[in-house]
C-alpha cells in the first residue's frame, strides 16, 4: 500500500513537500515514482528514484525546482517541489516497481499506485 500526503493550496512562487509511505512491501527493493494529473490531461511523468536512491529522473517541466529522495530506513519516498507554477496543479500519484539501477519514467513501468493527494497552486 502506498499512502501520499502533502499537497494543499499554495501560491504560486511557494514550496511543498509530498510523502509517499509504503507499507506491505521491501520497500528498498523498489524504485519510486512521481505522476501527476491535470484535470482533462493524462497521468504525467513528474520524478523517479531507484531502489538505493542512486539515480534519479525529473521531467523537463520540474527538473531544477523539485528534488525526489527516499528514506529506506522509513519506507518513505518524498518530492519536494519549489517555485510552484499554476500549472503545477494536478493530483499527485506516488507509484512503486520492482528494484533496477535505473529509474523508471514510463507509469506502464510501474505495477503499485497509491491514491494521489492534490496540489492546487494558485497565481
Known amino acids: 500500500q502506498l499512502q501520499a500526503s502533502g499537497g494543499g493550496l499554495v501560491q504560486a512562487g511557494g514550496s511543498l513537500r509530498l510523502s509517499c509511505a509504503a507499507s506491505?512491501?521491501?520497500?528498498?527493493?523498489?524504485?519510486m515514482g512521481w505522476f501527476r494529473q491535470a484535470p482533462g490531461k493524462g497521468r504525467e511523468f513528474v520524478a523517479a528514484i531507484n531502489y538505493r536512491g542512486g539515480s534519479t529522473a525529473y521531467a523537463d517541466s520540474v527538473k531544477g525546482r523539485s528534488t525526489i529522495s527516499r528514506d529506506n530506513a522509513k519506507s518513505v519516498v518524498y518530492l519536494l517541489m519549489n517555485s510552484l507554477k499554476p500549472e503545477d496543479t494536478a493530483v499527485y500519484y506516488c507509484?512503486?516497481?520492482?528494484?533496477?539501477?535505473?529509474?523508471?519514467?514510463?507509469?506502464?513501468?510501474?505495477?503499485?499506485w497509491g491514491q494521489g493527494t492534490q496540489v492546487t497552486v494558485s497565481s
Open positions: 507509484a512503486a516497481r520492482r528494484w533496477s539501477n535505473t529509474a523508471q519514467t514510463r507509469a506502464s513501468e510501474y505495477d503499485y
Open positions: 506491505g512491501l521491501t520497500f528498498s527493493a523498489y524504485n
